[in-house]
């Protein structure tokens, strides 16, 4: 079992960064791979990001490359999103979600937190 729990999210101007975290719970941890997705209001939750379980491998979604970091340190557990540069059509509830594969594909994720909401103001 792994509980995951966000946080870091809240009101930027555009062009400001915020920095999410993922506290994940469980011994399994650094032997998955941890992604982050985004649904913003009326619209599919969608990949942001995905990180390989030691860290060597990131992959991220077009619309965020080169301004959204991921990065994890299995030492503590937790996963994080750097993300600079934000634009409005940034603004959603962005969830961190645990999976045995390193893919964008949401349907292969098992365990989900509760969100964070990131509103970007323009």
């Known amino acids: 079992q792994v509980q995951l729990v966000e946080s870091g999210g809240g009101l930027v101007q555009a062009g400001g960064s915020l920095r999410l975290s993922c506290a994940a719970s469980?011994?399994?941890?650094?032997?998955?791979?941890m992604g982050w997705f985004r649904q913003a209001p009326g619209k599919e939750r969608e990949f942001v990001a995905v990180?390989?379980?030691?860290?060597?491998?990131?992959y991220y979604g077009d619309s965020v490359k080169g301004r959204f970091t991921i990065s994890r340190d299995n030492a503590k557990n937790t996963v994080y999103l750097q993300m600079n540069s934000l634009k409005s059509e940034d603004t959603a509830v962005y969830y961190c979600?645990?999976?045995?594969?390193?893919?964008?594909?949401?349907?292969?994720?098992?365990?989900w937190g509760q969100g964070t909401q990131v509103t970007v103001s323009s």
């Open positions: 990180i390989s379980w030691g860290g060597t491998g990131t």
């Open positions: 979600a645990s999976g045995p594969k390193f893919t964008p594909r949401l349907s292969e994720y098992d365990y």
């Open positions: 469980g011994r399994t941890f650094s032997s998955r791979a």
